[in-house]
């Protein structure tokens, strides 16, 4: 980095060359503007390690980028230590690429190590990027215009290549490919992908034994491959552990005999989209991995290797038959094979078994798998051929480790499920289901879901009892004392005892009123979930011994959720439930989280200990309506959209919430007073229309203040407000004063100040030593603006919107950084400006002058004066609009004032 006297002799070079476009003056005041000891850019503020540090994560086209942003990083990216970094380089995206520009960048590159070229690829241009860059070890060519020739040029001068991938080529044959491998036995990965307009016959014959053929990974896709060169492959290439052949066609049947002793390092074989019909594979001791998806013709798969893992079969519409004998595989997928009729699975570590939507599969080749007991995760959606009964009469017994069931998208009108170590079960889309039975004394986690004709009673005789019981129409609820109760406890052996989590989702027979009387019984349960059941009235939760959280999403009907006498209730959530909720009533003394997005409410009851926030919307909505919230721990308070919200139910409610210290009002329209608690430290209030009283407690200091859109409020209130809060307010916000033509604030605390919607305001003045954010917005008649803050520089005022209106600024202010451009861009027609109390200089003068050509008058009052402008005191100083370089002919005059009173700061 050059020092300071090098910057400005290369400043006058440039001047007296005509390359620099303002005055000598002009670039001084900006550099010194910044503080930064004549540095041209904010970016050299860093050190040049820590700037070649930031460029070397460039890739090459991002460094052209950056070098056209200024000069200095122009030099800087010219750097050969910088470019000789760079591994990989990609030609393949560049909107104007030139063999001259790209050889200009493989000079520069000498050390990368990857090369992808596109469209412009000449054999020319390869042979000179191979020698270019000596240490390259993957070549990537995409181009139809890639040749035999070309690949004779990577043959010849690409003997340190590792990788070689070919793309889109229609005239490479694979005699040329053949030669390569004899000329660079070393290389390791060789992929082909060709245009399947234009296929390409893979038969490989280096003249290298097979011994020094080090080929370890291949990818030949869109390709003819017969099984004979296949084998061809195998035996060339024995060291291959990676085989893509996706989209080849002509390997109708791939066996073991048909491929012979080859592949016996193969851990990896992708057939996805082939023609094949049958795969066979017995003898390869290291295959992990086979992916066989979208294989229409497949028929048939019969792999015996010790080390497989996967098995992809995907939309695989005709395979029949699968048969695997594996020792490590985990996860058997067998999903959407709706012609699969034999299916054989052996492994002694076999955990999941999906065959969801085999609809042809029956019962007895699911009896007769070899690792059925070892199985820990089932599901059978959709298999038409298994009747569920049959399955939990037959299946379940013979899972000894089973403990998570799917079943569903079946035809059954019953369904009983009897294990010992099930935890988890889920039924799902069955028509014409009547009734659930469970017995599971282990179970945890129940979930049902798309079940029509599936009644509520039926569900829960299901879950509790273990069977199917009769129930009075007129009783739904039975009391705790009588015998009926007694015979509906809970066991050991029936029901679902130990279930958790209960997950009710889209039964349209589900209206509440047995699961309020009934859900006692669930002594274990710990989390409810109910969605989109639509016709869900009531949920009364009253003595739940273990419920933890209740979450109820989008039941469009429900009127009434009680949740009392439970005492380990920490969470509820309501949301999109019902546009007029007739009673919410919650009583919990560990209640936590509560959410209600998306309800209105009649009538709203929140108790509890532990609650610390709460966002209150929709409640009295009518005059008839009631608000009832007692919650002693409460600190964030929030209540939006009630309507018909009076000063009584607010002043109840503040009072039965004594350590609230942020408080939010908005949209509640009959509000007109509130008396603000001695605890409440962040006060909020928007969009009451008929507030036009606010009392702040002795004791109340408030450090953050919105007011917003409240036009009943008086300017004496809100100066009586910010009297208050004068020596404590570090934040303040006011939107939407309508009438107000002046504003005056002096907040020696303030550290942030929005002002927003002041249609009408035509003065501020504002006086915040402190302030660190300032956001003007929405006053497009403010003309007049003094500030006095105690440091400019490290004012944020991103977010404000130029003041096109602004005439006249008074800046008070010790530390006048950036002050140029601050004002050339906020204050772009300021015609008269007031500096107090700064270090001045000619030269800054003279940039704020040329950056607002419409000031006419800048004064300077009890401003230190450097030499260059104390020459001209007492002055005025009168300057010329050519002077300072302005695009209109105004002219502009420097008025002293050094023994004016001093502004307070």
């Known amino acids: ?454 009644t509520e009673p039926e569900l829960l005789d299901g879950l509790i009892l273990g069977r199917h019981t009769k129930r009075s129409q007129q009783i739904n609820k039975v009391t705790a004392m009588d015998e009926p109760t007694r015979s509906r406890l809970p066991s050991l052996s029936h029901g679902a005892p130990m279930m958790q989590h209960l997950t009710i989702r889209q039964i349209p027979n589900m209206v509440g009123s047995c699961l309020s009387g009934d859900g006692a019984s669930f002594v274990c349960l710990k989390v409810l979930e109910i969605e989109s059941c639509q016709f869900m009235k009531n949920l009364e939760i009253d003595g739940w011994p273990s419920l933890e959280e209740v979450r109820v999403y989008s039941s469009k009907k429900l009127s009434n959720l009680v949740v009392i006498n439970s005492p380990h209730v920490t969470t509820v959530i309501t949301q999109w439930c019902s546009s007029m909720m007739e009673k919410f009533h919650v009583v919990c003394d560990k209640l936590q989280t509560l959410k209600t997005t998306g309800c209105s409410f009649a009538n709203y009851t929140v108790h509890s200990k532990s609650l610390r926030q709460l966002d209150v919307s929709g409640v009295c909505m009518k005059p008839t309506d009631t608000l009832d919230i007692r919650c002693e721990s409460l600190v964030d308070l929030t209540i939006l959209k009630c309507e018909n919200l009076s000063e009584v139910y607010l002043s109840k409610l503040l009072s039965s919430c004594p350590n609230v210290t942020n408080l939010r009002l908005s949209g509640c329209n009959q509000v007109n007073y509130v008396k603000v608690p001695a605890t409440v430290t962040h006060l909020s209030l928007s969009a009451l229309r008929r507030l036009s009283q606010v009392v702040l407690e002795d004791r109340c200091r408030l450090t953050v203040l919105h007011l917003s859109h409240l036009p009943k409020v008086s300017v004496d209130l809100r100066l009586q407000l910010l009297s208050r809060c004068q020596n404590s307010l570090c934040e303040l916000e006011l939107r939407g004063l309508p009438h107000e033509t002046q504003l005056s604030l002096t907040l020696p605390q303030l550290h942030s100040f929005t002002l927003d919607q002041c249609i009408h305001l035509t003065g501020l003045d504002l006086t915040c030593p402190l302030l660190r954010y300032l956001r003007l917005q929405g006053c497009p008649k403010l003309s007049s603006f003094s500030m006095k803050v105690g440091n400019l520089a490290s004012l944020q005022v991103d977010h404000s919107s130029p003041l096109l209106s602004l005439k006249a600024l008074q800046l008070a202010c010790n530390n006048l950084r950036f002050l140029a451009r601050i004002l050339g861009y906020y204050c772009p027609n300021l015609e008269e400006l007031v500096l107090s109390g700064d270090n001045t200089s000619m030269t800054r003068v003279c940039s704020i002058g040329h950056n607002l050509p419409s000031l006419h008058t800048i004064t300077l009052q009890n401003c230190t004066l450097e030499e260059d402008i104390a020459a001209h005191y007492p002055g005025p100083i009168h300057l010329r609009a050519a002077d300072l370089h302005r695009t209109t002919l105004k002219d502009m005059v420097v008025i002293f004032q050094q023994n004016a009173s001093k502004w307070k700061m």
């Open 1 to 454: 980095m050059s020092d300071d006297s090098g910057v400005r002799e290369r400043m006058e070079t440039e001047e007296e060359s005509g390359t620099l476009p303002r005055t000598h003056w002009d670039t001084e005041e900006f550099l010194e503007d910044e503080g930064y000891s004549f540095h041209y850019s904010l970016l050299e503020i860093f050190s040049p390690e820590i700037l070649f540090h930031i460029l070397s994560h460039l890739e090459w086209h991002q460094l052209g980028v950056v070098a056209q942003t200024c000069r200095t990083l122009y030099e800087m990216c010219q750097s050969p230590a910088l470019w000789s970094r760079i591994a990989h380089l990609d030609f393949r995206m560049c909107q104007e690429p030139t063999e001259e520009r790209i050889l200009k960048v493989l000079q520069l590159c000498k050390h990368a190590d990857y090369l992808a070229i596109g469209s412009i690829l000449t054999d020319d241009l390869l042979a000179n990027s191979l020698n270019y860059c000596l240490e390259l070890r993957n070549l990537h060519l995409e181009s139809e215009h890639t040749t035999d020739d070309s690949v004779a040029i990577v043959a010849e001068k690409g003997t340190r290549l590792r990788s070689f991938t070919i793309v889109n080529s229609r005239e490479v044959t694979s005699a040329a490919i053949s030669k390569l491998l004899t000329s660079n036995p070393s290389l390791q990965e060789l992929g082909i992908m060709v245009d399947w307009r234009h296929p390409m016959e893979i038969w490989l014959q280096p003249e290298q034994p097979p011994s020094a053929i080090q080929l370890r990974q291949v990818c030949f896709q869109r390709c003819r491959l017969s099984v004979e060169r296949l084998r061809s492959l195998g035996q060339t290439c024995p060291l291959l552990q990676d085989v893509d052949l996706s989209a080849c066609y002509g390997l109708q049947e791939i066996t073991q005999q048909t491929i012979g002793a080859g592949f016996r390092g193969l851990r990896e074989l992708c057939l996805r989209a082939t023609d094949i019909e049958n795969l066979e594979l017995t003898e390869l001791g290291e295959l992990e991995s086979v992916d066989c998806s979208k294989c229409s013709g497949l028929e048939s798969i019969t792999i015996n290797c010790v080390a497989l893992r996967r098995l992809d079969v995907t939309e695989c519409t005709f395979l029949q038959q699968v048969n695997i004998k594996s020792r490590v595989m985990r996860e058997a997928k067998f999903r959407d094979l709706p012609a699969l009729t034999d299916l054989s699975v052996e492994s002694e570590k076999l955990v999941t078994l999906d065959i969801s939507y085999s609809t042809e599969l029956s019962l007895q080749k699911l009896l007769s798998l070899p690792s059925l007991s070892c199985v820990e995760t089932l599901n059978i959606t959709g298999c038409k051929q298994l009747n569920l009964t049959e399955v939990n009469s037959l299946l379940l017994p013979r899972m000894p480790h089973l403990s998570e069931l799917v079943c569903g998208d079946v035809s059954s009108h019953d369904v009983t499920v009897r294990s010992l170590t099930l935890t988890g079960l889920i039924i799902k889309d069955i028509q014409h289901l009547p009734c659930v039975s469970v017995n599971c004394p282990s179970l945890q986690r129940f979930t049902v879901e798309r079940c029509a004709d599936l």
